[in-house]
């Protein structure tokens, strides 16, 4: 009976245990349904707060060359049909050869305004800029190998003086066979002594090109949605991938503004989810008569359709001028940055497979600000 007796009283006691178990998983089960939800908006009500936090940056560049000397992209040459560039006392100003999207975006630090975009809309940047050393530094080279009396400046300007020949109107046909002739020979000079074939070192190449004064300034130019007459906001790049095997994504930042930032959401992204795509396509713009009077994003709705560590794959249209936008939920903050989409084998867009950067390789592509 003693025996009996513990052994019911152990019973009575695991009985007990269980009991208060169940009661405190339900007490549980109901605080759970009592904490509040992760905040969700309607798109309509979001949007009016979006439209004003997502950026078209124009990046424009300026070409120099000494005294003050301003060049522009003028013509091809008609044998390499590579870029010729002719000059002037004028500044033109800055040239816009890229336009995408940006936005800002909240990070740990408070001394500057940061935001991102992808890096690939700088890539037409890069090879300007190249193409215009190229053709400078082999003008140089040229007028050094065709001087009379040893006078390689008086030379350089002539060769700018034929190459400026490529804007006039009422040339003649002899003048239009020396333009011609000329810059052909400029570009042949280049690939016959200048080109990384011959030149890998690439020390006769920065030599002609630091003779001839090449400089080109680049410029990020931000607007915020509104009228074309408000001015931009002046960026700089804070940080940005260097090759094909790095994050397609830039960094830049401006003095403090009262834009308000956009956020990383902290709650990963999940195939069907409903998003927005926001940014400012080329495609809007060709509809739209008023474009050039005022700067306003396009919202795109679609749903994730994949989702890996790096990559989130919504079928939201993605077309030209989406780069650098954000995909966002319907919380408001950001799931992924838009880098690419789709082509077809003939060059078609496939507007229904766009891909972001995901929010985790945001962050990993630059920690000190997340």
């Known amino acids: 009976m003693r025996n009996l007796s513990k052994s019911k009283s152990f019973l009575c006691h695991r009985l007990a245990a269980r009991i208060a178990t169940a009661s405190l998983c339900s007490a549980c089960t109901l605080l759970q349904w009592a904490l509040p939800a992760p905040a969700v908006e309607t798109w309509e ?7 004003g936090q997502v950026l078209e940056i124009n990046v424009g560049i300026k070409f120099k060359l000494k005294d003050s000397v301003f060049c522009s992209i003028a013509d091809a040459s008609p044998t390499r049909h590579e870029y010729v560039f002719s000059a002037s006392n004028r500044d033109p100003g800055y ?21 991102l975009t992808a890096r690939h809309v700088f890539d ?91 400089t080109a300034e680049v410029g990020y130019f931000l607007h915020s949605s509104g009228p074309v007459t408000q001015p931009p906001i002046l960026a700089k790049i804070y940080k ?18 009262n834009l308000l930032p956009l956020e ?60 650098g936008g954000p995909v966002v939920s319907l919380r408001g903050k950001v799931l992924g940055l838009i880098v690419r989409r789709a082509l077809a084998d003939s060059g078609a867009e496939l507007n229904k497979f766009g891909a972001a950067m995901s929010v985790q390789q945001i962050k990993e592509f630059a920690p000190e600000l997340f």
């Open 264 to 323: 990383l959401d902290p709650l990963e992204g999940t195939e069907g989810q409903e998003i927005q795509v926001i940014g400012y396509p080329v495609a809007s713009d060709q509809i739209d008569n008023e474009a050039n009077d005022y700067f306003t994003p396009t919202f795109m709705n679609g749903h994730i359709t994949k989702v890996t560590p790096h990559l989130v794959q919504v079928d939201a249209p993605i077309t030209t001028g989406n780069s």
């Open 124 to 214: 037409n940047t890069s090879k300007l800029v190249t193409s215009f050393q190229h053709f400078y530094a082999a003008m140089r080279l040229y007028a050094e190998q065709t001087a009379t009396n040893h006078d390689v400046d008086e030379r350089f300007r002539e060769l700018l003086q034929i190459v400026n020949l490529s804007t006039k109107k009422d040339r003649s046909r002899a003048e239009l066979i020396t333009y011609q002739t000329t810059v052909d020979n400029i570009c042949d000079t280049y690939d016959t002594y200048l080109s990384t074939r011959v030149d890998p070192g690439r020390a006769r190449f920065d030599k002609y090109v630091k003779q001839a004064n090449v």
């Open 95 to 115: 040239r816009v050869v890229s336009v995408a999207s940006a936005f800002p975006i909240k990070t740990k630090r408070s001394d500057l305004s940061y935001y």
């Open 240 to 257: 940005t991938g260097q090759g094909e095997t790095d994050p397609d994504i830039a960094v830049l930042t401006s003095d403090k503004n």
């Open 45 to 51: 009500r979001l949007d009016k707060h979006l439209k």
